[in-house]
């Protein structure tokens, strides 16, 4: 099984959006003290959405749409949703 998801940092209200066939790992990854990468600066992340598919590719396609929503409105109203929930 492969997932769509969203992770909010709890430093500053920023959203990480990514697919993953293991979310328990990979929110570890996230969050380990060794992340040096982008994500790593804004430690710690939760996770806020989850969205689960049958093919590698199915949750691919989710990610590029969830990431696509950031550049219009529809983003802004989930956003809401993301920090209310």
Not at 24 to 45: D, F, I, T, V
Not at 55 to 77: D, F, H, I, V
Request: glycine fraction near 8%; aromatic fraction near 14%.
């Amino acid at each position: 099984m492969y997932s769509a998801y969203v992770l909010r940092s709890q430093k500053k209200d920023i959203f990480y959006i990514g697919h993953t066939q293991n979310i328990e790992k990979r929110l570890l990854e996230h969050n380990s003290r060794g992340n040096k990468k982008w994500a790593g600066r804004y430690q710690p992340w939760i996770l806020v959405y989850i969205e689960n598919f049958e093919t590698r590719g199915q949750a691919m396609e989710r990610e590029q749409y969830l990431k696509s929503l950031k550049r219009g409105n529809k983003w802004k109203e989930l956003e809401q949703k993301f920090l209310l929930g």
